[in-house]
């Protein structure tokens, strides 16, 4: 069974950096599918933070643009988020995962809480 182990949240002041590590463990699939960062604030749906395919280049939602990067590590099985000019609406749970037919191919880990604010 695949297990997700994201880390690296904290909490930190508008205009700082986190960087998100996502641990993925029992997927022989993992180099060959797209995988992404989502993230839910508090009483709000889980939103598509960052995608990034096995080839080819990388999608980001329009909020995080300019400011999130998301790279992944094959060899490893991991996948990063690196947040830089971390804004107050970028506080929420973090969990890594892998799009899947509308739904997710892999049953959520715990998350990384953020929290940016000052």
């Known amino acids: 069974q695949v297990q997700l182990v994201e880390s690296g949240g904290g909490l930190v002041q508008p205009g700082e950096s986190l960087r998100l590590s996502c641990e993925v463990s029992g997927s022989f699939a993992f180099s060959i599918v797209t995988v992404g960062w989502y993230r839910q604030a508090p009483g709000k749906q889980r939103e598509t933070v960052a995608l990034i395919p096995s080839e080819g280049t990388a999608s980001y939602r329009d909020s995080v643009k300019g400011r999130f990067s998301i790279s992944r590590d094959n060899n490893k099985h991991m996948v990063y988020l690196q947040m830089n000019n971390l804004e107050i609406d970028d506080t929420a749970v973090y969990y890594c995962?892998?799009?899947?037919?509308?739904?997710?191919?892999?049953?959520w880990g715990q998350g990384t809480l953020v929290t940016v604010s000052s």
């Open positions: 995962n892998a799009p899947y037919h509308g739904d997710y191919r892999w049953n």
